[in-house]
């Protein structure tokens, strides 16, 4: 075992990428992977597959991998597990019309070909033969029972809020229709929760269909053990050719320390999710290997804006004011990040660099609060979920307190916690949100419209009409330039607003065994692949 210590960093500067000119759909043009609406051209998706510069030996060695994850997934339907522990293993499960690829450009995926009709129309080719877990052939009447299906499901709707109808001619061409121009569009294909479902499987499930999926991805559903583990085995008739791993089994390790050991000692053979504080043993032992990258994320508190106290935005001001980021920095995530400054992630297009964080100013905070009404302080409660993000509520706790807020801290399990924050009972929560999308009508639409209150991503309860005119018109808007810059002032309204404390962005963190080979990592979209690894 690898000599094991605990070390707090500092902040270091991060070299990560700036606002990219996201390409546009529709007038817009650009380097999407498409054409422009007036061309008309058809495009290619036989490219962009995430691949794999390590050449494989022709004699392979062990390749069922066993990984770790501090939670477990809340469900194996795309449309209802979209946290990050479901969408990894939905990843594995189910493929999706597009993929984003590394150059941050939709591909196809089980579409052959694709084509932008105009604004609103959106022409598919799928690939024939390809197959589903039960056998069956994959047909156009799937992709349209699949979308169509999203508009109804509560955590899937606002990514399908734009489609109309699917119309399909034949078994093997799909056309989606929008009700509105969407720029983000063929980006928005790329997200889980649009992957692509059996209608046969789903409706002869129904109820039950998140506990025995049916996809055509390259690994099929074997079990899942609630709060212990899952595993997914290779599905050998995969179109694109079967996986390298034979099957995959994550372990549920709440405990970051605990889940490095097991890495140490060889129990598992990857860790999905790094604790910063762990980071320093694996950099440090010689047969683990650190995998970090900027991840297109940010992590916050939410603070529920239909509360008392917290619906005065002096009270939410105020907060702001009491918190100090960089001491999350440098004690929670280890300086592995840096301070949030604004609402969306340093690496997705349309962030705004001009938006700056409150700084801490405890004068302020209680001038806030006194003009609020709340000069002998106010009691909130406080939701969190896993090891790191308590320790987190615990700076919070300790923060606030300086300016007569009394914190009183709730953790839950995982799946308890999304239950009683989509019910809207939290005053506080800390919490993450990861582009997938790499547009940044991602990074906003279910997070700050009214519309998307609770389980679908508003966590603060925001309603504001301002915030929804700016979301609904960056959302049909075809000028890229303008778009971006809609997203940009949105973030102002929002940095005033303060439906949040934008903590930080950190890195994405993946511990593995050095001998571990094939293993893979799209940085725009923070989607692990564990399908190719194999030791030797």
């Known amino acids: 075992m690898c000599m094991r210590k605990r070390m707090y960093g500092k902040l270091t500067a991060l070299a990560l990428a700036g606002a990219m000119v996201l390409s546009g759909c529709g007038q817009s043009g650009g380097n999407s992977g498409t054409s422009t609406a007036d061309s008309k051209a058809e495009t290619s998706a036989s490219s962009g597959a995430e691949t794999s510069s ?34 990894t293993l939905n990843f594995h499960i189910y493929n999706g019309l597009i993929k984003i690829d590394d150059n941050r450009e939709p591909v196809g995926d089980l579409a052959e070909s694709f084509e932008i009709v105009d604004d609103t129309k959106y022409k598919f080719k799928l690939r024939k033969g390809v197959k589903f877990h039960n056998g069956d052939e994959l047909k156009a009447s799937d992709v349209k029972f699949s979308l169509e299906r999203a508009k109804t499901m509560p955590k899937a709707m606002s990514n399908a809020s734009a489609i109309d109808h699917v119309s399909v001619d034949g078994d093997y061409e799909v056309t989606i229709h929008l009700s509105n121009p969407c720029p983000a569009f063929l980006y928005i294909l790329n997200d889980t929760s649009m992957k692509i479902l059996s209608e046969k499987a789903v409706t002869e499930a129904g109820d039950t269909y998140g506990e025995a999926p049916i996809g055509t991805g390259p690994f099929m559903f074997k079990e899942w053990v609630p709060n212990d583990h899952w595993t997914l085995v290779r599905f050998d008739d995969y179109f694109d050719g079967p996986a390298t791993a ?23 053979d990857v860790i999905l999710a790094v604790d910063p504080v762990d980071a320093v043993n694996i950099e440090n032992c010689k047969d683990l290997v650190l995998e970090s990258w900027p991840a297109p994320s940010v992590e916050f508190m939410a603070m529920n804006t239909t509360k008392k106290g917290l619906d005065d935005v002096r009270v939410r001001q105020a907060i702001n004011y009491a918190t100090n980021r960089q001491e999350f920095v440098d004690t929670i995530i280890e300086g592995r990040g840096e301070v949030a400054t604004s609402f969306i992630a340093k690496t997705v297009p349309g962030w705004n660099e001009d938006v700056k964080p409150y700084p801490q100013d405890l004068e302020k905070a209680k001038e806030l609060l006194a003009e609020a009404g709340y000069e002998n302080g106010l009691d909130l409660k406080m939701y969190v979920s896993g090891e790191v993000r308590s320790r987190a509520a615990q700076v919070v706790q300790a923060q606030l307190a300086q300016v007569g807020i009394n914190v009183d801290i709730n953790v839950y399990e995982w799946g308890a916690f999304q239950d009683a924050i989509n019910a809207g009972e939290h005053d506080l929560l800390i919490l993450g949100w990861t582009n997938s999308t790499c547009d940044p009508a991602y990074s906003v639409t279910q997070l700050f419209h009214s519309r998307n209150c609770g389980m679908s991503g508003n966590r603060a309860y925001l309603k504001d009409d301002k915030v929804d005119e700016m979301i609904d018109a960056a959302a049909v808007e075809t000028n890229q330039e303008k778009r971006l810059q ?35 990592f799209n940085k725009n979209t923070s989607f692990h692949y564990l399908g190719d690894c194999y030791y030797e």
């Open 54 to 87: 390590e050449k494989k030996p022709e004699s392979i060695g062990r390749t069922d991998i066993i990984s770790a994850n501090s939670s477990d997934i809340r469900s194996m339907d795309p449309q209802v597990g979209v946290d990050s522990p479901s969408a």
């Open 486 to 520: 809609i997203y940009k002032d949105l973030q102002v309204r929002l940095n005033e607003l303060c439906p949040w404390v934008p903590l930080y962005y950190r890195y994405n963190m993946v511990g593995r065994r050095a001998d571990l080979k094939g293993f893979k």
């Open 246 to 268: 034979t099957s995959i089994t994550t372990r549920i390790i709440p405990e970051g320390s605990a889940r490095t050991i097991a890495l140490e000692t060889g129990e598992i």
